[in-house]
């Protein structure tokens, strides 16, 4: 019988360069997002603020607050690392609109400029049912970055409902 070694997470690593990238996202930003619910529906507009900090240059936590689609105010946490046994970017989002905790992993193009993350989590257009999401993080320089946000529809085609435009505070 085989038994199979399981790699333990390494304690006080240093960090590599895919969490050196993470750190690109430290700092204070001001966004503004557009979001299409639906193709007769008008696309919705919202801004807020995004405090990113690090934790031992491994981790970042981004704290957001702002006005949702029907002039909700929300307060988001997002957590990005690199897990090196996985080879992987992991995250959670959370949100105080909603009940479910968003679980990411994904990795880097080939040249260094967008985080792709793919999750799973509630339809927001049809109840009780589940959809693929995937978000892309893309630095246009160091003071301004564009998240997008896709689903995968019935079709099988990706289809991009959100846009948010970060641009670093003075």
Not at 104 to 113: E, I, R
Not at 150 to 155: F, R, S
Request: hydrophobic share 30%; aromatic share 10%; proline share 5%.
């Amino acid at each position: 019988m085989e038994t199979t070694k399981i790699q333990q997470p390494t304690m006080n690593p240093e960090p590599q360069n895919e969490h050196q990238w993470l750190q690109k996202l430290v700092g204070e930003w001001v966004y503004e997002t557009e979001m299409t619910m639906g193709s007769k529906q008008p696309p919705e507009k919202s801004t807020g603020t995004e405090s990113v900090r690090s934790l031992g240059g491994l981790w970042i936590v981004a704290e957001g607050q702002g006005e949702m689609p029907g002039c909700v105010t929300a307060t988001t946490i997002m957590t990005l690392g690199y897990d090196p046994q996985k080879q992987k970017y992991v995250g959670t989002w959370i949100g105080s609109m909603m009940t479910y905790l968003w679980v990411y992993d994904g990795g880097l193009d080939g040249d260094g400029k967008v985080l792709t993350l793919d999750s799973e989590g509630p339809d927001l257009t049809i109840e009780g049912k589940m959809a693929k999401y995937r978000d892309a993080i893309e630095f246009k320089s160091d003071d301004y970055r564009v998240l997008t946000s896709q689903v995968l529809g019935n079709d099988g085609q990706w289809h991009q409902f959100m846009t948010t435009n970060y641009r670093r505070k003075p």
